[in-house]
T-cell receptor, first 117, second 113 residues
Framework: DTGVSQDPRHKITKRGQNVTFRCDPISEHNRLYWYRQTLGQGPEFLTYFQNEAQLEKSRLLSDRFSAERPKGSFSTLEIQRTEQGDSAMYLC???????????????FGSGTRLTVV | GNSVTQMEGPVTLSEEAFLTINCTYTATGYPSLFWYVQYPGEGLQLLLKATKADDKGSNKGFEATYRKETTSFHLEKGSVQVSDSAVYFCALSDHQGAQKLVFGQGTRLTINP
């Protein structure tokens, strides 16, 4: 078990370009989350998947954002037509929901730091 | 909605000092409470948790007690080390639906030798 992996670690892009981030969760974890963390703030929930189904999206997730988790394994987060306000750390986390309750505590990846110039 | 308020930082202490970082929350029902730590350039790591009132979470010398009557979950450590320098986040999660985490704004802790 190598934990939650995110790629790339850093991304610098020009305003208006599209970017895509990848997250590989812990293999037996059936829930996968995306959070966004801006400088000096705590992470904020964006969206989550249970297996391959995207079950909830935050109002923070504008139409320019899309997330997928094909086959319930890795996930991608795409941002189209990036804006300077999208500059942030994008964190992925996974957890395990088992029969009888939640396996408390997420495992977070190291994040992808996006800078839009 | 649910929210978490943390003691504002940054906090600077000398090695072996006593640490308290305050955290209060607002939530409907009985959430689970967490402290996460973020070292420079790294993701968040779960430090400790408590899932019901009066539970005490502990790890690596850190402790926090779930106080329902004061809606608090203050983080304490009796003797801090330079290696404890990091950003600390208090968070809560309800037990419904996404069970997403709601975080405080974080408290940057610096320990000087």
């Amino acid at each position: 078990d190598t934990g939650v992996s995110q790629d790339p670690r850093h991304k610098i892009t020009k305003r208006g370009q599209n970017v895509t981030f990848r997250c590989d969760p812990i293999s037996e974890h059936n829930r996968l989350y995306w959070y966004r963390q801006t400088l000096g703030q705590g992470p904020e929930f964006l969206t989550y998947f249970q297996n391959e189904a995207q079950l909830e999206k935050s109002r923070l997730l504008s139409d320019r954002f899309s997330a997928e988790r094909p086959k319930g394994s890795f996930s991608t987060l795409e941002i189209q037509r990036t804006e300077q306000g999208d500059s942030a750390m994008y964190l992925c986390a996974s957890s395990r929901l088992r029969q009888g309750g939640w396996d408390y505590g997420y495992t977070f990846g190291s994040g992808t730091r996006l800078t839009v110039v | 909605g649910n929210s978490v308020t943390q003691m504002e930082g940054p906090v600077t202490l000398s090695e072996e000092a006593f640490l308290t970082i305050n955290c209060t929350y607002t939530a409907t029902g009985y959430p689970s409470l967490f402290w996460y730590v973020q070292y420079p350039g790294e993701g968040l790591q779960l430090l400790l948790k408590a899932t019901k009132a009066d539970d005490k979470g502990s790890n690596k010398g850190f402790e926090a007690t779930y106080r329902k009557e004061t809606t608090s979950f203050h983080l304490e450590k009796g003797s801090v080390q330079v290696s404890d320098s990091a950003v600390y986040f208090c968070a809560l999660s309800d037990h419904q639906g996404a069970q997403k985490l709601v975080f405080g704004q974080g408290t940057r802790l610096t320990i000087n030798p």
